[in-house]
C-alpha cells in the first residue's frame, strides 16, 4: 500500500529518465491522468497512452521526451510539494513561479487539477502538489 502515489508517479518519471529509457509504465487513478495530459500540453513528454484494461485499476504508459542533441532528458527537476504530513495550500496570489515561470507547478484545485498559469488566470487557489521545469 503505498501512502503517497503522487510521490511515487514522480518517483518512477525520475527513475526511468536517469536510466535512459523511452517509456514507463505507472499504475492509474484520476489525479495521476489529469497530471499527464498536463505533463503532454507544457511539452514534457512525448506521448502517453491510458490502459484501462490492465489490472484492477490500469496503467498510464508515457513516452519520455529527450533533448535530440544531446539526449538528456527534458524535465530536468521535479518535487513534491504538498505531501500526506504537511499539505501545502494557497491562494491564487501566493502561488510559486517555479524557475522564473519557465517550470510549471500542479495545482488541485476545486475547478479541477491544474497548472499555476491557469489557476492564477481564473483566480483560485487550491494544494501545491509538486513542481517540474
Do not use: W
Not at 514522480?10 to 536517469?18: G, I, V, Y
Amino acid at each position: 500500500m503505498l501512502t503517497d502515489p503522487i510521490a511515487d508517479y514522480l518517483c518512477r518519471l525520475r527513475n526511468a529518465q536517469m536510466a535512459g529509457h523511452r517509456m514507463v509504465e505507472i499504475p492509474s487513478s484520476k489525479m495521476k491522468k489529469k497530471m499527464t495530459e498536463i505533463l503532454k500540453d507544457q511539452g514534457f513528454i512525448r506521448q502517453y497512452k491510458f490502459d484501462d484494461a490492465a489490472g484492477k485499476q490500469g496503467t498510464i504508459k508515457i513516452a519520455l521526451k529527450y533533448n535530440p542533441t544531446n539526449n538528456t532528458p527534458v524535465i530536468r527537476a521535479m518535487g513534491r510539494i504538498s505531501k500526506p504530513g504537511l499539505r501545502k495550500f494557497m491562494k491564487a496570489d501566493e502561488l510559486p513561479r517555479i524557475n522564473s515561470g519557465l517550470g510549471i507547478a500542479i495545482v488541485s484545485t476545486s475547478r479541477g487539477v491544474m497548472t499555476d498559469k491557469e489557476a492564477r488566470k481564473i483566480n483560485v487557489g487550491g494544494e501545491v502538489l509538486c513542481y517540474i521545469y
